[in-house]
């Protein structure tokens, strides 16, 4: 497991700074958290010997054992029974599952539900499941708002449901937005789907492990999530379905996870993930005032910068995410900004992961009102459990030798076209 070492902002000295490559300052947990050690040693003893989870023999049961184990373990911390847990290779794939095989499994009932309501700043693995079931399975997609904070109104879900009235086959609503953090009110949105009848999925990516969970309270129909973004291990998900939920799988062929996810389970990721998600909801509370600590002293210190503002949950005062601070610099590109930082051994995001690397302005940003030259001179930083106030001091003074310059490299972009 790569060890991070965290530097005191006096490492950094104006334009002499010279990065470390080896133990750069990481702010970007929002993509991927290194996993806690607990992890390691639960996937390491679940590795140790061979064993088929589907396998009769000792062998078999051992890993069947360790697989159920986890399942329960998942159950206990995010409100679920143990039978309500799939696993899957990870949060893309359990969103594709929740999603497609929540349309085909109602379509199937009624062939008249073919809407799908999505909220318009939900993960590109939502946005391109739907897109895609638009594009081939002939539904009517619906995108509901969201406000210059990246709340959704239950208000509007309310209006989208009556107008699409007897035709919609599920709702989907990110608990948590993964480029600004604002926590949406899930428990009055699924109350709104309730009461047509209408089951609701929320991709809760990056709110497992880092905000109260309880599936069974929540009203939702399914729950999707990823084992990296809370210390566990990379290519392993959860999805959490209500008994009484049917889903078309995406994959036949074993009749693995209630016939749902077809496949040799991945029987160390699960113990990595149960272990992972334990440690978490175990210091969730403390975790949380620390992070949002540390996101309120970069904010405050962002207040220096001119022309710099902060975005989402956390700059309204309204439930977000502890650990992430998402800051718009004007007349700097996003791109720019990440690339000057990087070279300062600070590392954090333009937005999602996922995304990286592609030339189009956030649709998050857009969805909440943004205009397309502040959405793309935007930056997210996210802390995770090894980030200290120095970290944040490094991030300032980085921000301090770059942000003159990125915004002149902007300017004279601007100029240029």
Not at 291 to 315: C, H, K, M, P
Not at 409 to 416: C, D, K
Request: aromatic content about 4%; overall charge negative.
């Amino acid at each position: 497991m790569r060890e991070y070492r965290y530097r005191a902002a006096s490492a950094y000295s104006g334009d002499a700074m010279t990065p470390d490559r080896e133990n750069p300052v990481y702010l970007d947990h929002a993509a991927d958290t290194p996993m806690v050690p607990e992890a390691l040693a639960a996937m390491t003893q679940a590795a140790a010997r061979p064993g088929n989870a589907s396998s009769q023999h000792g062998s078999g049961r051992r890993a069947r054992r360790i697989l159920e184990e986890s399942r329960e373990s998942i159950a206990r911390d995010l409100g679920a029974r143990p039978s309500e847990v799939i696993f899957t290779g990870g949060g893309t794939e359990a969103v594709n599952l929740a999603v497609k095989g929540l349309f085909w499994a109602r379509r199937a009932e009624d062939p008249a539900a073919v809407t799908v309501i999505a909220s318009a700043i939900e993960h590109h693995a939502v946005l391109d499941a739907v897109e895609w079931l638009g594009e081939h399975e002939g539904a009517r997609v619906v995108l509901l708002p969201v406000d210059h904070r990246g709340l959704v109104d239950p208000a509007d879900l309310r209006a989208a449901l009556d107008e699409a009235a007897g035709t919609v086959a599920l709702v989907s609503v990110m608990w948590a937005n993964n480029e600004v953090g604002t926590l949406q009110p899930i428990a009055e949105l699924a109350a709104e789907c309730a009461r047509d009848g209408v089951p609701m999925h929320s991709d809760a990516t990056q709110a497992a492990g880092h905000v109260p969970i309880d599936f069974d309270a929540s009203g939702l129909a399914v729950l999707t999530n990823a084992a990296h973004k809370f210390g566990g291990p990379q290519g392993v998900g959860a999805m959490l379905i209500g008994r009484n939920v049917s889903l078309v799988p995406l994959a036949h062929g074993g009749g693995h996870e209630r016939d749902l996810r077809s496949g040799t389970p991945n029987v160390a990721g699960a113990a990595g993930m149960a272990a992972a998600l334990r440690v978490a909801v175990a210091r969730m509370d403390d975790e949380a005032l620390r992070r949002a600590a540390l996101r309120d002293r970069l904010l405050a210190g962002i207040g220096r910068f001119e022309g710099a503002f902060a975005n989402g949950g956390a700059a309204h005062a309204i439930p977000a995410l502890p650990g992430i601070a998402h800051v718009s610099f004007a007349g700097c590109e996003g791109d720019s900004l990440l690339m000057l930082l990087d070279a300062r051994g600070i590392e954090c995001a333009t937005g999602s992961a996922c995304s990286a690397g592609v030339a189009r302005v956030s649709h998050v940003l857009e969805a909440m009102g943004a205009d397309p030259a502040t959405a793309r001179g935007s930056l997210r930083f996210s802390f995770g459990p090894e980030n200290t106030e120095a970290d944040v001091d490094a991030a300032l003074d980085a921000l301090a030798q770059v942000v003159d310059r990125a915004r002149a490299a902007g300017l004279s972009f601007t100029g240029a076209r």
